[in-house]
């Protein structure tokens, strides 16, 4: 039976059903379709497959319409709603649905919950089963696996195999980080790895890491876990910077050159659908102790956009300015640079308490249509022309070369630039004029925020 389907492989004949066609799930798909695989998407969102078929996805993976409209052209790939009967048709199976937390930061189970009940009603003997979505520790082994055992009385290693491979691709660099990335292969035992190993050796070009389900489970966690305490940290000592009257940019760039420090960077929180909530994962069925570093990292992130909020009416009240009488512009919503993602953005807490403050808040992203309830410009211009305040909250490339002298003509009175993600040059802005507040740029003593 292994010696079937590792023949299918090698020959590429094996066909693969993707489950879950979104901003990871897509890439793999269309990516397969790229590299020789005959791959069925799987989603139970029609609008998700009519945009497919129509090589119309939202998606900042520039390129991926284009390789769906030819993988769709040319039968490499079909999508579909019906995933038991995709199950049938094909040799392996990876599972990319999502994985959220609920409001009390527990896991819900119930994506992978749904996609191994519709698995297990096409399930047979021989088949692979690749589960990509980030779990919580123990996941794959006690709960994916009996859920599939169960429902076809098959045995997970024996009779067909189940591997946990995490994804770990940048949103919007997708489509060239599947296939560059190293690669953790999670066997549910030995066979399992092996098989997983032989279909990702077709294609992966990094290293091929393999290891038993609970170590990927958890390293997964551990490399966005560590993404968001090294960020925590870096929030962290802007505050101190700003209180030290130093610019955190600088420190960091010199703390840097040290060969073994990599501090991240600083800014108005930490958003997207991974980095808020693989914490949570992390730290789900651990018995946390009352030193607790993630938990930490969690709320200094979810601070920031608070202290944002502070600097905006500092800079207001230091140029004369009342917030219930001010127009803010603010540069950007999705959850960060060059994506359209609005999931967990900072931007929303952000525009929620600006507006509860009685600010007229405006909203310009040149790829996110998210406003979180504040009026939408559809230009620059039309985002900045008469407003009090500038906010950065998005690192587009976009919002990297504004003509700050334009920008400052078309401002109301003394302007004010909260600088979110420290992408503009405070000298030259406060030259021109500007009252300049960037995340862990100095506040001179006269200008330390009230608590
Ligand atoms: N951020 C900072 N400072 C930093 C880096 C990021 O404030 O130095 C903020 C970003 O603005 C954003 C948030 O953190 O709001 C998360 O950004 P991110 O680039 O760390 O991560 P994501 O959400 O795009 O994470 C994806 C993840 N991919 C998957 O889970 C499939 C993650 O595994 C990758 O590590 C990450 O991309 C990456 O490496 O870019």
């Given at each position: 039976m292994k010696d079937t389907i590792i023949r299918k492989i090698i020959r590429r004949s094996a066909i693969v059903a993707v489950f879950g066609l979104g901003r990871i799930g897509l890439p793999i798909a269309t990516t397969l379709t790229n590299v020789g695989f005959q791959v069925i998407g799987v989603d139970s969102n029609p609008e998700v497959l009519d945009a497919i078929l129509k090589g119309k996805v939202h998606t900042s993976e520039l390129y991926?319409?284009?390789?769906?409209?030819?993988?769709?052209?040319?039968r490499h790939l079909k999508v579909t709603s019906s995933g038991n009967v995709a199950v049938k048709e094909s040799d392996i199976i990876i599972i990319c649905v999502p994985t959220p937390v609920k409001e009390n930061k527990t896991p819900d189970y119930s994506y992978i919950k749904d996609v191994c009940k519709t698995i297990a009603l096409g399930l047979s003997k021989g088949k692979l089963i690749i589960v990509e979505s980030t779990l919580p520790p123990k996941t794959t082994?006690?709960?994916?696996?009996?859920?599939?055992?169960?429902?076809?009385?098959?045995?997970?290693g024996l009779d067909f195999w189940l591997?946990?491979?995490?994804?770990?691709?940048?949103?919007?660099?997708a489509l060239e980080e599947f296939i560059k990335n190293d690669k953790i292969v999670g066997g549910y035992n030995t066979e399992s790895a092996e098989v997983a190993a032989e279909f990702f050796r077709k294609f992966i070009k990094g290293n091929i890491l393999l290891t038993d389900v609970a170590t990927a489970e958890v390293a997964k966690?551990?490399?966005?876990?560590?993404r968001d305490i090294n960020i925590a940290f870096a929030n962290q000592l802007?505050?101190?910077?700003?209180?030290?009257?130093?610019?955190?940019?600088e420190t960091i760039k010199l703390a840097n050159t040290h060969p073994r420090v990599n501090i991240h960077m600083p800014g108005p929180g930490v958003g997207g659908p991974c980095i808020p909530k693989d914490p949570y994962l992390l730290l789900h069925s651990f018995r946390s102790t009352d030193h607790d570093i993630i938990k930490?990292?969690?709320?200094i992130n979810d601070y920031m956009p608070k202290h944002i909020v502070k600097l905006i009416l500092q800079g207001l009240k230091n140029t004369g300015k009342d917030v219930r009488s001010s127009r803010i512009a603010i540069l950007g919503t999705a959850y960060k640079g060059n994506v359209d993602d609005p999931r967990l953005s900072p931007s929303k807490p952000i525009i929620h308490e600006l507006i509860r403050l009685g600010a007229e808040a405006i909203?310009?992203?040149?790829?996110?249509?998210?406003?979180?309830?504040?009026?939408?410009?559809?230009?620059?211009?039309?985002a900045i022309k008469g407003a009090d305040c500038l906010l950065l909250i998005t690192d587009h490339t976009a919002f990297k070369n504004l003509n700050l002298q334009e920008v400052k003509a078309l401002m109301n009175g003394k302007p004010v630039i909260i600088d979110g993600k420290r992408i503009i040059d405070p000298q030259n802005a406060m030259s021109i004029g500007f009252a300049y507040y960037g995340v862990g740029?100095?506040?001179?003593?006269?200008?330390?925020?009230?608590q």
């Open positions: 991926l319409n284009n390789m769906i409209s030819r993988a769709i052209a040319s082994k006690n709960f994916v696996a009996p859920l599939l055992e169960e429902a076809t009385r098959l045995k997970c591997a946990y491979c995490p994804e770990r691709i940048t949103p919007g660099n966690l551990a490399e966005n876990t560590f802007a505050l101190i910077c700003e209180q030290a009257g130093v610019d955190v940019l930490t990292a969690r709320q909203v310009y992203d040149p790829q996110c249509n998210e406003t979180f309830g504040a009026k939408r410009a559809y230009s620059l211009h039309e740029f100095r506040l001179s003593s006269k200008r330390t925020l009230s």
